[in-house]
Structure formats: C-alpha cells, structure tokens
C-alpha cells in the first residue's frame, strides 16, 4: 500500500523461540497501546502477549517493548506485529518453499494488504550452534533474507538480527551450544557485509531457569536495542544507557479510556472479573472525564 | 496426499468465538494425547489448549474433545487440527478473497502437504443473529462452503456445523441476539439439504457469565457430538446418552512416558516447577519400568 500519515508500519517476527518469547508474563508490565497491532488470521488486532504463540510456553517476547519505543517516535501512527517464529528452528527448517518460509511469506503478504512493511526482526541460531552448522550459517542466512526480500518486494527494508545469549554456554544445556560465539560473529559478519543489515548484541542479558531463555526484563531491553538499532540504522553492540528508563516509559505510558474499557472486558472474558465489578468498573470508567 | 495408516487426518476449524474457544482452562481436565496433533506456522506440534489463540481470552474449545473423542475409534492414527476462526466475525467477515477465508485455505493446504483433509468443523452465527442478517445466512454460508470445497478440492469431506447456545437470548448481550433461532433454522436447513453435511444441537449447554461463550464442559460435550456426527454421517440433535462418560474416559486416558515427559517439560518451561524438580521428576518418570 502507499505511504501515508494512516499507514499501519509492519514488522515481520522470524527465527527462533527466543524470537517467539519464553519471558514469564507475570515478571514484567504489560504493554497495551490502541496503536500497536498484531497480525491474527490475517487481520489486525491490539496487541497483548504472548504475541507469537507458537508454544503453550509463549511468553515475553522483544517484538512488545521494540513496538513500545517505536510508539515513543511516532506518536500519531501505528505499528503492527506479524508473528511467525517458530521454536527449536534451524536455519534449514526455515528453508524456501518450506512450511515455516512459505508461511511468514503469506501472513507477510495479508498483512501487506493494509499494511508497509518496514522491517524483518530476527532471533535465531541456537539450533545452529553445534555440530559443525555454525560454519555455514552466513551462507544460509543470505540466502534466507535474500529469498524473502524477493518474495515480499522488499529490498531495502531493514533487516535486525539480535545476538545469542552468553549464558548459553552454561546452565542445563551448556554442553550443547559449542558453537554460539561463531553463530553469533556469523550474525554480526552478515550486518557488517550487507545492506540494510544491524546487529544487536546481547550482553548482559539474562536467562530462565533453562539457561536457554531470554528471561522477560532482558526481552524487554533487547527489544529496545532492536529499535534502537532500527531508528539509527546501525548495529548496537552493548546495553543502551537509558534502557530501563526507556522500559518503564513504554510500560508506564498512561491508559486512554478506550483501552481501559478494552482490558475491563478482556479480564470479564477471561473470568478474572465478575459481571457485576466489570460493569461497576465499566460504569465508573466511563463517568470519568475524559 | 495418499491415504495409508500412517497418514495424519485433519480437520479445519472456521467461525468465530464459540469455535476458537472461551472456555475457562481451569474448568476442566486437560486432553493431551501425541497422536492429538495442532497446526503451527504450517508445521504439526502436540496439541494443548488453547488450540486456537486468536484473542487473549481464548480457552477451551470444541475441538479437543472432537479430537479426543475420533482417537477413541482410531487406536493407531494421528488426527491434526487447523485452527482458523476468528472471534466477533459474521458471515460477510468470512466473505470469498478476504482475509479470514484466503488465511484459512492456505493453512489448510499448509496442512495438506502433510495430512488428508478429513472434515470441516464451523460454528459461528451470533454476529448473524440481528439487523435482519439471518435471512441471508443460508445463502451465505452454500456459498462459503462451497467456495472451501472448490479450493481445497474437497467436494466430499464431512462439514459439521453447531447451532446457537438457547442461553443467547438471556444474560448480558441478551436483546442484541434477536434472530439467534433464525441461524439456528438456517444452519439445520443447510444440513438438511446439502450433501456431507451435519447439524449438532447447543441443547442444555450453558455459557460464561457473559452468556454469550460456551462454558469449558459445554466446549467438551459440544465436541463429542461434533464427533457422534460425524462418525454416523447424521445431525445430532441433542445431548448424547454418554456424553459425560465419554468426556472422562478422554480426559482420563493414560499418559504415556513420553507424554509425561513432555507436560514436565512444558511446566518446566512455564517456570512452574524449578529445575531441581523438573530434573527430579524426569528421572523418576525415566526410571519407571515402561
């Protein structure tokens, strides 16, 4: 669709589960923004998370607080999500023409109907860190990004890859991920040789009990990093100085009224609120001035 | 693909709300089965619940214990589940070429590269059942359906279709539902008159405080007639004599070692079992004799 001040700017989420989100929901603030969307059976709707639900473990992801600070840049215009990582993926189960491929090329597609794409976020590698697969991650990796720019018409559309985490050489599966620090050079090689390419690292972020998952404050600042790496059009090699300041204004960023009334009646339908309190709380809501 | 005993067969799941599932998880017993499969960015995983996340309020649903209830006839097959229905949608919604319907053709030919598609399960209606909808759902819903059949080469695959819980006329949305009886008259017209296709009576299931979603026990019983229909090719036009007893022997099937292991995996994941239990219980589940 053409560019206007209406355009709803889309976000295409791919790789692996620490793409998809395994952050425990009750550790962080929620966000919930009228402007931010996610993409679900091929239609828009207010985001809440888990976002990528491609596990009954689907938690915080980064795509929420990237969205979140891209909301602080523009104030008047949308953002939406498209949800397609897939958990315990390798780079040759996300091969072109296959399910996990030819699947974010659609839901990218319906979402490109009312939507400009204006990014590829990527978290993957883990399933690549061992038995030699590290060596040809970068061959993949281009190929991969080449094939969906061509598909999606999307040759100039930022591209951010996010670092592996360095506790994954510790903790239950420690012996297993040999390879990460090569997965992740491979990763910072690609943003460093390609255009419209960023890199952001993970240092200093943090793990779930597993060893394996981003826990959910480090998705939140990874996923500040993102934008920070998509709005400077530059790779982001260390922990941004105002990261958890930016994180609490994204969380803390005050409620209208109309998603007030949207969260009353999400709680209602989840059974957390009686009728009774929700059209108390609901009455109470809309005899406020606004 | 060609049917043999390994083949997976799989049913697409279309409508809205009452199909996508609202009941409340904490309500029932959980169904968890390997040979229960749910599709995922185009791939098969282990189904859980919710199957059908298309808002953050979704929950139980029909299509588990239609699942559970199709495993008890066959002993050795997998049956998969292709979530596509779409909450607070009407049948202009679901109109041929929008994105409700081209996303939920190309899951299901996802799935089809992989499975034999082997029925359809709808349930949808309230957002017909005022404004004077319901006089255009018969045609509606021939087209919808045919539509289906023709792109996904499937003229004689079973479509199951549900009527209106009697509870839409009460409760909270109550005198929104004026023609609820009208789509229920229509749906069962439409069984009656087309081919391969089956009308399931709501009768005596109740709903969520918002009397408008089935409750979660609702959810199972309204999938265990689903099933009765569509093993006996024939409407089901209220309670079964053994609903009750079927939803436990479902509920209740034994787990096996694998199962297990995976649920311990997944609470592990959750972060409701620390590591030092979840390494505990795996190696007692692992030295139990099989």
Chains 1, 2 share one sequence.
Request: aromatic content about 12%; overall charge negative; proline content about 3%.
């Amino acid at each position: 669709m053409d560019r206007n001040e209406n355009t709803l700017h889309s976000f295409l989420m791919i790789g692996q589960s620490n793409m998809a989100g395994r952050g425990y929901i009750k550790d962080v603030k929620p966000i919930y923004d009228e402007h931010i969307k996610m993409l679900v059976n091929g239609r828009w709707q207010t985001m809440t998370e888990p976002i990528n639900f491609d596990r009954p473990t689907s938690g915080i992801g980064l795509a929420a607080s990237f969205a979140g600070a891209w909301r602080m840049k523009n104030e008047n215009l949308q953002i939406g999500l498209i949800p397609c990582a897939e958990g315990g993926t390798s780079l040759d189960d996300w091969e072109v023409g296959g399910p996990l491929f030819d699947n974010a090329v659609f839901q990218t597609k319906l979402a490109q109907r009312t939507s400009l794409l204006s990014g590829f976020l990527w978290h993957q590698g883990e399933n690549d860190s061992f038995g030699g697969r590290s060596s040809y991650y970068f061959d993949k990796l281009t190929n991969l990004v080449a094939a969906f720019r061509k598909e999606l018409q999307a040759p100039d559309v930022p591209f951010i890859a996010g670092g592996l985490g360095d506790f994954l050489s510790s903790g239950r599966y420690g012996t297993y991920f040999t390879e990460f620090s090569a997965v992740n050079q491979a990763l910072r090689e690609y943003a460093d040789t390609t255009a419209n390419s960023y890199f952001v690292a993970a240092s200093d972020l943090t793990a779930n009990a597993d060893g394996l998952h981003f826990d959910a404050i480090s998705q939140r600042k990874l996923g500040v990093r993102y934008f920070d790496a998509f709005y400077g059009r530059k790779n982001v090699l260390g922990p941004l100085d105002d990261e958890n300041e930016l994180i609490n204004r994204i969380q803390d960023k005050p409620l209208t009224r109309n998603e007030k009334a949207a969260l009353l009646e999400i709680s209602f339908a989840r059974g957390d609120l009686s009728l009774a309190d929700f059209e108390n709380q609901l009455s109470t809501l809309n005899s406020m001035p606004s």
